[in-house]
């Protein structure tokens, strides 16, 4: 089935020690997104990119980035992870933004 | 600012009764409007969706009703089941915005009981 999926389901990182989310696709989708999810709160969106173009959001932090080395994978490094981004972070893929499908998340325990 | 916003952020139901989650917005450029639902440890699946050009989009036990006037749009879900029991989020999109990026609602938790 096409599917998006992530790895790892759940992830504890040391504070300030880098960790990176992995987030691929089998849809061929264009568009990926990353969405911060923090408990009973709305997912929030990081960042997307449209094809090869990068859209960061006003309010992300500096801490987060994102690569797209290629249209099925995407990745969301934390640069120093602070105990303020123990959260689920949702990766979707859309085509044009149409289709919008969700991966299954990651659980990130910031220790 | 919340410019899509769940109110409720639970519901009880009984089985075989309606369920109604309501939703209301803001950004008067939203066109496209989604429901998802999600159970814990997975990620949101896609429920009923309805274009700002409708008022009503049903899909089996699901129907999605929208007043664009009062910026406010509602899930019924009839009869309810158990198995309903989730996180129903609602979203929503501006075309014209690059990537058609969702903004979404805080979450209703739905208990259907037995």
């Known amino acids: 089935d096409a599917m998006v999926i992530q790895n790892p389901r759940y992830q504890v990182t040391q504070f300030g020690k880098p960790v990176t989310l992995s987030c691929s696709q089998t849809l061929n989708h264009n568009v990926m997104y990353w969405y911060q999810q923090k408990s009973s709160q709305a997912p929030k969106l990081l960042f997307h990119y449209y094809d090869k173009d990068f859209n960061n959001e006003a309010d992300t932090p500096d801490n987060f980035q994102s690569r797209r080395p290629n249209t099925s994978f995407c990745f969301l490094d934390i640069r120093s992870p602070g105990l303020g981004d123990a959260a689920m972070y949702l990766c979707a893929t859309s085509r044009d933004g149409y289709g919008y499908t969700f991966g299954s998340g990651t659980r990130l325990t910031v220790v | 600012d919340q410019q899509v916003k769940q109110n409720s952020p639970s519901l009880s139901v009984q089985e075989g009764r309606i369920s109604i989650l309501n939703c209301d917005y803001t950004n008067s450029m939203f066109d496209y409007f989604l429901w998802y639902k999600k159970y814990p440890a997975e990620g949101p699946t896609f429920l009923i969706s309805i274009s700002s050009i409708k008022d009503k989009n049903e899909d089996g036990r699901f129907t999605v009703f929208l007043n664009k006037s009062a910026k406010h749009l509602s899930l019924h879900i009839v009869p309810s089941q158990p198995g309903d029991s989730a996180v129903y989020f609602c979203?929503?999109?501006?075309?014209?915005?690059?990537?058609?990026?969702?903004?979404f609602g805080e979450g209703t938790q739905l208990t259907v009981n037995p």
């Open positions: 979203a929503a999109s501006a075309e014209e915005t690059s990537g058609s990026r969702l903004t």
